[in-house]
RNA sequence: UGGGGCGUCGCCAAGUGGUUAAGGCAACGGGUUUUGAUCCCGUCAUUCGGAGGUUCGACUCCUCCCGCCCCAGCCA
């Protein structure tokens, strides 16, 4: 599975060079999520980066949230968070980390920065900020609190702090230089003032550092080596380095920046995602049309394959579209390879077997997986009444057998484990529709070919109607109708697919299925790959949801 | 118009002065097959955003041009 020709991506390459220099001499790394939504694919590629890399290093790993800012985050999306990372297999470095755990340090800091004149507690507005800020093209201006004596500037910090102050009246601001061309050195903010309680710190804090004040420290403080994020990003690194040059950390760690991972079709913006969750366009983070990763474990998609996917994807600077048919090439892959065959009709329509005696049952033995006999055989009865997919049939014997490999008129096929037959009649309603399909089976024929002179169209799936279980099918359609639905505007939810999830009930399956586990894939042959639903309301309903139809070349003609 | 980043096959992507310009996905042929699945074999860039230049020799170095992405949150 893992390609050996792949190539070491740039950021091997920077460690390699890092440890053959003695910069480091352990790799350290972190996935330093912020607990304000749920994982999703993009993340997926970001955690296997840093797990992998520090692992192919003998290095480690931490998990570390981002929660500087309480009015978006909640306990909730931790534990999810949590529970994702888990899910793909990785085990971080000690305890979980939080960004809250180093306010005292941080604020120590601030004070440290203001005290050398690096910093200083400004007055302005929000709007004025923006204002004296400048354009792209054009420098901006100095605050007219930049050079208010240190003293002053903590004093008002501590006041900030401890909640003496109104939300929007005070910022503690970096002295850099209004005149950079990047917009990050122009005084950025490193603490604002919010009085919104902390889902780990209560209402200790009035203020909360900002991204890059604490960013850069919490990895310093880690001890990480390699600071991993995505391009956006780039511009903030001489702003990261700035604070890591001026300030008494214990550390040097030094940020790099990768593309981050776009798939057709798919949203991936932690800020969209949750608008479809709150205006219940999806059941929730994880229905299984998202891109989370609790969806996709929800739709049956297994961890390996999403680190296989992710482990193929290459590490470098540009920012493309994966075809989302990369992706579902691996979710094949994986589950072709572990997942266990069994039979279900889907829309059923049932086969008379004229010349097999109506109380006679033979307990068929088929196996598991046609190529993987280790993982064993399973029991399926045999009876003269049985399900077959209504698609399977058809009364045109004019079809060639190359355009449709199924049963037909006075043609024969093979049941699937079983006998082949032949289609001799069929019995239809008032309205003309089909209910009941007469044939007979050709003896001995079981385990064996047919007589020369009988050649099958094909083989087709069935289940016996006296043992057949009741199920219910979840098929789901790509979320969004368009290939890029973030391109241009906001107005993504236009590309909403409205027929993404298409439930069917009443499908027959053999009963083998009746045992089925949470957490297993199974293959239905002939249609996709299916899991047991995580929502049912029983747990001995049967809800399946198709992770994924089997590859179909020639419904593409 | 400032700054940062990127442009190699439909998509992703190796390549760091001399290779027949890897590989994967997709596509298209063919073989095996009691899943129209899997598996196997084969085909798929005289060309690297464009134009000049340096060089015996450039996707790789230089110059100019074109295109795309990111930055003006007290979000991350």
């Known amino acids: 599975m893992i390609d050996l020709n792949k190539p070491i991506n740039f950021i091997q390459n920077i460690i390699d060079s890092d440890l053959a220099s003695g910069r480091v001499v352990e790799i350290v790394t972190r996935f330093p999520p912020e607990p304000n939504g749920y994982l999703h694919i993009g993340h997926a590629k970001s955690i296997c980066l840093n797990f992998d890399l520090a692992a192919a ?35 971080w470095s000690g305890n979980v980390r939080y960004a809250s755990d180093y306010f005292d340090q941080l604020f120590e800091w601030a004070k440290f920065l203001i005290k050398r004149e690096k910093a200083y507690v400004c007055e302005l507005t929000s709007a004025q900020t ?52 990047n917009i990050n050195l122009r005084d950025p903010v490193l603490y604002r003032i919010k009085k919104y309680p902390h889902h780990r710190t209560g209402r200790v804090w009035s203020i909360y550092p900002s991204y890059d004040f604490a960013h850069g420290q919490e990895d310093a403080l ?28 214990p550390a040097t760690p030094k940020q790099f920046e990768f593309g ?49 996917f992710c482990k193929s994807l290459a590490v470098a600077k540009t920012d493309g579209v994966v075809d989302i048919a990369q992706f579902e090439y691996f979710i ?28 006679h049952v033979e307990d068929l033995s ?26 399977d049939f058809s009364e045109d014997q004019a079809l060639s057998r190359k355009k449709f490999k199924r049963l037909v008129i006075g043609d024969y096929v093979r049941l699937r484990g079983a006998y082949v037959v032949r289609a001799d009649s069929v019995i239809k309603d008032v309205n003309g ?55 241009g505007d906001e107005s993504f939810v236009k590309f909403i697919n409205l027929n993404s999830l298409k439930v069917i009930y009443g499908c027959k399956a053999e009963p083998e299925l009746a045992k089925a586990q949470m957490g297993e894939n199974y293959q239905f042959e002939r249609i996709g790959y299916f899991c047991l639903d995580n929502r049912r309301k029983n747990d001995d309903d049967l809800v399946f949801n198709c992770t994924i139809g089997l590859r179909d070349n020639w419904s593409k003609t």
């Not at 792209?136 to 006041?159: C, W, Y």
């Not at 169209?457 to 290939?483: A, K, M, T």
């Open 57 to 91: 290093n003998g290095g480690r790993c931490n998990l570390r949230f981002d929660d500087t800012n309480p009015e978006t985050e909640s306990p909730e999306y931790v534990d999810a968070i949590i529970e994702d990372v888990r899910w793909l297999g990785y085990n």
């Open 130 to 181: 923006r204002e004296y800020r400048g354009t792209l093209t054009m420098g901006g201006r100095d605050s007219p609190f930049r050079d208010r004596p240190a003293s002053e500037s903590l004093d008002l910090l501590e006041e900030m702090r401890s909640g003496g102050v109104e939300e929007g009246k005070m910022t503690l601001r970096a002295r850099i230089d209004m005149q950079s061309p």
């Open 222 to 249: 880690e001890g990480i080596t390699h600071s991993i994020c995505t391009l956006e990003f780039a511009d903030n690194r001489v702003l990261y380095d700035w604070f890591i040059k001026n300030l008494p950390v």
């Open 260 to 308: 981050r991972l776009n798939i057709n079709y798919m949203v991936t913006s932690k800020r969209k995602l949750k608008q479809l969750v709150d205006e219940n366009i999806v059941d929730g983070w994880d229905d299984p049309r998202m891109p989370t990763l609790s969806g996709m474990r929800r739709r049956g998609i297994t961890a390996q394959a999403i680190k296989n």
């Open 332 to 359: 094949r892959d994986d589950l072709n390879k572990h997942a266990k065959r069994v039979m279900c009709v889907l829309e059923p329509l049932k086969l008379l077997i004229t010349n097999y005696s109506a109380d």
């Open 366 to 391: 088929i196996p598991y997986h046609p190529n993987r006999g280790d993982l064993g055989y399973r029991r399926v009865p045999f009876t003269s009444e049985i399900w077959i997919d209504r698609n």
């Open 433 to 487: 529709i089909i209910t009941e399909v007469r044939a007979s089976l050709v003896p001995g024929t079981i385990g064996k070919n047919a007589p020369e002179e009988i050649k099958p169209r094909g083989v087709i799936h069935w289940v016996s109607e006296q043992y057949s279980v009741d199920c219910c099918v979840n098929q789901y359609d790509r979320l969004f109708s368009h290939p890029l639905p973030e391109s």
